[in-house]
């Protein structure tokens, strides 16, 4: 919380020192979120809330604003960063731009499993946290979406079948992985995917079980590819300016809050991952396994955009990947 001018004044008249933290105590707080109320990630980040609330005795508040409510979804980093919202959660592979560390859990076929993928997160949170920390935030809790598929209106047998088809990217690497395939990329934020597949901006797109579900893609998509490509992770950051005027015990309320709210989050993303697929399968999708040729290439490509990432990040990417083999092989 910013100070107020009063704390301000006292401040300069040197008795600061009388201020008792609890001047600051009540503290009303925004979190903005780029997904609807329904999705597990807000509703883990509201049991978040809950507890927060209820552990402060009501000195922190925390109100979500969910489906890009407060800010759309590429909103919400610089707003945070900038202090306009106290806390947000975003796509940590929509951040690319800012970074390219932040692409790590979206390279295709490098951790595709949940066990995987919290090696990977394991791996490179050091150097995550130190990002944040660099651009004036701190990481609270981070956890995945289910594994990634592809969304098409037409079965395909070859990489090459996407040729010219409009796909949706969501980061530059997905945007990369369609200009490999011979696609063509197209930016759509998560809560424009329904409109977008409805009026043919977007004609097929990687991405999980779970936006399926809540974009009601089987009004629109005829097949499901369960390419189990990577898993894709958000994460929770809160502004530092407001982080550092809590008190200690604060902080350690809310970071406990935050271990107990990533543990839900993963146990549920697990849960959910083939619930997702049987409710698209209910209402009518295909859910189709790739063939060993389709597959063949995939893996092909996602070598590939591992071995760009790795020149792209240097020292730093590469000890991470082999970090994260290590412990794989362990």
Excluded at 75 to 90: C, D, K, N, W
Excluded at 101 to 109: E, I, Q, V
Aim: charged residues 25%; hydrophobic residues 40%.
């Amino acid at each position: 919380m910013k100070k107020t001018a009063l704390a301000a004044c006292v401040t300069s008249l040197g008795i600061g020192t009388l201020l008792s933290p609890a001047l600051y105590a009540d503290q009303n707080w925004d979190m903005a979120i780029a997904y609807p109320s329904s999705n597990y990630h807000s509703e883990i980040a509201q049991q978040f809330a809950d507890q927060v609330r209820e552990n402060t005795n009501g000195d922190i508040t925390i109100t979500l604003h969910t489906n890009g409510s407060l800010y759309s979804g590429e909103r919400i980093y610089p707003s945070t960063r900038r202090g306009l919202v106290q806390i947000g959660e975003r796509l940590i592979a929509a951040l690319e731009n800012e970074d390219p560390l932040f692409g790590l859990d979206s390279l295709p076929f490098l951790a595709t499993t949940f066990e995987d993928s919290k090696a990977l997160y394991v791996a490179s949170k050091p150097e995550l946290e130190s990002k944040l920390e660099s651009d004036g935030l701190k990481l609270l809790y981070s956890f995945a979406w289910p594994p990634q598929g592809i969304y098409t209106n037409k079965q395909v047998d070859s990489i090459a079948d996407f040729r010219g088809v409009k796909f949706r990217a969501y980061s530059p690497t997905t945007e990369r992985v369609a200009e490999l395939m011979g696609a063509v990329p197209t930016s759509v934020e998560a809560a424009d995917v329904p409109q977008a597949f409805a009026t043919g901006v977007a004609e097929a797109m990687f991405s999980s079980g779970s936006t399926g579900y809540d974009s009601r893609l089987w009004e629109h998509i005829d097949y499901w590819y369960d390419t189990q490509a990577w898993l894709p992770r958000g994460m929770v950051f809160i502004n530092r300016d407001y982080w550092e005027e809590l008190t200690p015990e604060q902080q350690e309320t809310i970071e406990s809050a935050a271990q107990m709210a990533e543990e839900a989050g993963w146990a549920r993303a697990e849960e959910l991952a083939d619930w997702y697929k049987e409710q698209l399968q209910a209402e009518g999708m295909e859910i189709i396994e790739p063939d060993e040729n389709l597959m063949s290439e995939f893996n092909d490509l996602g070598q590939q955009l591992i071995a760009e990432w790795i020149e792209e990040t240097g020292t730093v990417g590469e000890n991470i990947i082999n970090t994260y083999r290590s412990q794989a092989n362990e």
